[in-house]
């Protein structure tokens, strides 16, 4: 079994500024691990994922994030935020057995201000 | 269509009444899946179906929630006796590879 925490339910940055969005997992075994993004009546749309390969990922919108398997992290950054970044952010992590049978942290609240 | 496609929206019920959520995946899409979440969390598993085969259905809550997807691709949710914890967003996704693909979602108050 996996669990997620995201340890920040609320972050406000202004705009232009950098954000980092923190993510730590727990699994005992292997895993894949995502971040979705959600906006206000919409679907869960991903940014982006790390399969396997170089720990750097980088996704859509300009995000990235990087996994360290010795701190079980995978938090999201960009260097510059937008306004239209507002939004709830989702880590999620899968064992490599378990298709998309994802297991989600419980998001966290990007506002950005002007 | 061009998304997965969720209905109804939004659905307003009250406490012992039954409910059907439909889901019509992403045509071509041979899994989908089905998760709900609360106000506030994130979304947490309930099923998953390989074309018409339910895989795991080990998130259902209890035995009043049960799906199907009889032809291997649109699917139904079904919540009997509803309860006021039941209420929640209920999110259908369809796969492939390797990505999810979820829809808008279906929003049911118990009342």
């Known amino acids: 079994a996996q669990s997620v925490t995201q340890l920040d339910s609320q972050v406000p940055v202004f705009e232009e500024a950098p954000v980092e969005l923190r993510c730590n997992y727990s699994?005992?075994?292997?895993?894949?691990l995502f971040w979705y993004v959600q906006y206000p009546n919409q679907g869960l749309q991903l940014l982006l994922k790390?399969?396997?390969?170089?720990?750097l990922v980088k996704g859509i919108n300009g995000f990235e994030a990087e996994f360290n398997k010795s701190q079980t992290s995978f938090h999201l950054r960009k260097p510059s935020v937008h306004i239209s970044d507002t939004a709830e952010y989702f880590c999620?992590?899968?064992?490599?057995?378990?298709?998309?049978?994802?297991?989600f942290g419980g998001g966290t609240r990007l506002m950005v201000k002007p | 269509g061009a998304g997965v496609s969720q209905s109804p929206r939004y659905k307003v019920t009250k406490r012992g009444q039954d409910v059907a959520l439909r889901c019509d995946p992403i045509?071509?899409?041979?899994?989908l899946y089905w998760y709900r979440q609360a106000l506030g969390q994130g979304p947490e598993f309930l099923t998953y179906?390989?074309?018409?085969?339910?895989?795991?259905k080990s998130g259902l809550p209890n035995d009043r929630f049960s799906a199907e997807r009889p032809e291997g691709s649109i699917s139904t949710l079904t919540i009997q006796r509803t309860e006021q914890r039941d209420s929640a967003m209920y999110r259908c996704?369809?796969?492939?590879?390797?990505?999810?693909?979820f829809g808008e979602g279906s929003r049911l108050t118990v009342l």
């Open positions: 996704a369809s796969s492939f590879g390797g990505e999810l693909f």
């Open positions: 699994s005992s075994v292997s895993v894949y």
């Open positions: 179906f390989n074309y018409e085969a339910q895989q795991d």
């Open positions: 790390y399969l396997s390969g170089s720990t």
């Open positions: 045509s071509g899409h041979v899994s």
């Open positions: 999620a992590v899968t064992g490599h057995n378990a298709g998309n049978m994802l297991t």
